[in-house]
């Protein structure tokens, strides 16, 4: 739990500009693999109420996360961002205010996309549509008029 607490303000002291030097010290040791286990756990909780578009953009940072030249402060940022959707706490409600609820968790997930989005290759998207089907099974190819 220290962990994902240390992550969280990683990432909130990254965007707000703050010196993060102190958080990345407590993180040289992590096991990151174990780590990457437990949130990919927790993205299957909460991919059965997001749904499959939902989903994507944590999963793309997922298999970041698992890729080996992902940096300490970069596999901090994703953890921070994944475990800052899919938990029941938030900075700003969703029951009290149900946009700006839900916008900051998705500004959380955009902005780690951004910091890391070279890393998101094709094969990495292809993992992600992978693991979404195996959840909510294939989508059908949209079909055009000929």
């Not at 700006?100 to 094709?122: F, H, R, S, W």
Request: aromatic share 8%.
């Amino acid at each position: 739990m220290i962990i994902s607490i240390i992550c969280i303000t990683v990432l909130a002291y990254v965007i707000a500009g703050k010196d993060i030097n102190k958080q990345l010290e407590k993180l040289k040791s992590v096991d990151w693999k174990a780590k990457s286990t437990d949130v990919f756990g927790k993205i299957g909780n909460y991919a059965k109420k997001a749904g499959r578009l939902a989903t994507k953009p944590l999963l793309q940072l997922y298999y970041v996360l698992t890729m080996g030249e992902t940096t300490t402060i970069e596999k901090a940022l994703i953890v921070g961002a994944i475990l800052y959707t899919v938990m029941p706490f938030s900075l700003i409600s969703f029951k009290a205010h149900k946009i700006l609820g839900a916008l900051d968790e998705g500004l959380a997930v955009v902005y780690v996309i951004k910091k890391v989005q070279n890393k998101i290759t094709p094969e990495i998207n292809a993992k992600v549509e992978e693991t979404l089907n195996a959840w909510f099974g294939t989508q059908p190819i949209a079909q055009t008029a000929e």
